[in-house]
């Protein structure tokens, strides 16, 4: 038995006065199908400049999808905005309660992309007002955290110990072995850069000055705030942000519990007792790792170099890169955990808040560590 095709999308218009048009659909109105008059009446609905009423009749509708809903939706449209009423009594029931249903939740703000195209100018300077909004959310940030700080001297602070200590597990002992790795390279190759040119002069010896100061000072410190900014600086912003998500930050506040010492505290306690510690056995590593090069590659024997690291290294220097590394643990949980508090409540969000955490992490850091090369320079220590 033969199938006979459904007909193609059809309009019927008639005038059945000077302001009502009377508007009958009839055929199919699926997406695969021909709709050229339902475009065709789009476009020439505006220059209907007395028409004040739409009555719309079933005249067959046979098959129809969201490419008929699409075509209601934008009559709608176009007849609120010339105030035109739409009539919809005469379509099937199915018809339109879908179509009340899609009105009846406003379209979300900023869901559509705008077509044209902002300045350069404009561009500039949203993201100039952008950064002074979050220089400012970074202050407040930063006066939240020092309160609970001074509410935990006090012993008034709520937050549970066994976070404490498991934070701490995973910032210091689970972080070793990358931290192992990196800083054994970076001592080999401050060793190997060192040594082409010491090799001129024929000093090869003080290549262990070299490795001994640089990691101490500088690339111990700073190559661990780096580490940790990839790796635990991003997991306390995916953390908090997941928990943004699934609204439990909001549950806490509703039991009475402070997001700020409850979450965040114990993360920026962690980093800041851990930091100075991982920074020590960084500078250890790299000094084996530049020990590495000067014996195997220097003719140096152990006791040799031995005696010029120590000879090289005095308590100002270890100081030096302890405050530093202090500095950039707190930096790193700021950006970690702010990120994490203010991330939106979609998974894109989440994503977004671990990237700015490690991006913003990184750039205060070196921002940190050219101030504080030139105040220690300045100083004297």
């Known amino acids: 038995m033969e199938v006979t095709p459904p007909a193609k999308a059809f309009l019927l218009t008639e005038a059945q006065d000077s302001t009502t048009l009377r508007l009958s659909l009839s055929g199919s109105w699926r997406n695969s199908d021909d709709r050229s008059e339902a475009k065709a009446f789009l476009s020439a609905l505006p220059q209907h400049d007395g028409v004040k009423r739409i009555v719309f009749h079933d005249g067959g509708i046979q098959e129809w999808d969201s490419t ?8 709608n449209v176009i007849g609120r905005e ?16 879908l179509i009340h249903l899609a009105e009846a939740v406003a379209e ?16 500039v300077g949203e993201r100039t007002l952008k950064g002074f909004q979050d220089f400012g959310d970074s202050i407040r940030f930063l006066g939240e955290l020092t309160q609970a700080f001074m509410a935990m001297l006090r012993g008034k602070a709520k ?8 934070i701490i597990q995973v910032c210091g002992p689970e972080a070793l072995p990358i931290i192992s790795l990196i800083s054994l390279l970076v001592g080999m190759i401050l060793a190997f850069l060192g040594s082409v040119q010491l090799k001129m002069f024929g000093a090869e010896i003080f290549i262990a000055n070299g490795v001994a100061i640089g990691m101490v000072r500088v690339m111990g410190p700073l190559m ?6 990839g790796r635990t600086g991003a997991a306390f912003a995916a953390q908090l942000g997941t928990m943004q998500v699934n609204e439990e930050v909001d549950a806490l506040q509703t039991m009475g519990f402070s997001p700020m010492e409850f979450l965040v505290l114990p993360r920026a306690l962690a980093l800041i007792i851990m930091m100075p510690l991982l920074t020590i056995y960084a500078n250890i590593v790299g000094i084996l790792g530049g ?4 014996i195997l590659m220097l003719d140096l024997t ?24 202090s500095v950039f643990g707190v930096l790193v949980a700021i950006s970690g955990c702010m990120q994490g508090i203010r991330c939106g409540r979609s998974a894109s969000a989440v994503g977004e808040a671990t990237t700015a955490a490690v991006v913003n992490a ?10 504080i090369a030139v105040i220690q320079t300045i100083t004297g220590f």
Do not use: C, H
Request: proline share 2%.
């Open 159 to 166: 937050y549970r110990k066994s976070d404490l200590f498991a």
């Open 362 to 371: 990184i750039v205060y850091i070196v921002v940190a560590n050219a101030i």
């Open 302 to 325: 152990p006791m040799q170099y031995y005696l010029q690291t120590i000879g090289a290294l005095d308590l100002q220097s270890v100081l030096s890169g302890l405050i530093n590394s």
């Open 291 to 294: 020990a590495i090069i000067g």
């Open 82 to 97: 010339r105030g035109v009423e739409m009539d919809l009594s005469g379509l099937p029931e199915g018809i339109r309660r």
């Open 108 to 123: 979300r703000k900023g869901a559509r992309r705008s077509a044209s195209k902002k300045s350069w100018l404009t561009r």
């Open 68 to 75: 008929l809903l699409t075509f209601l939706r934008g009559l």
């Open 224 to 229: 661990t705030a780096i580490i940790m900014a």
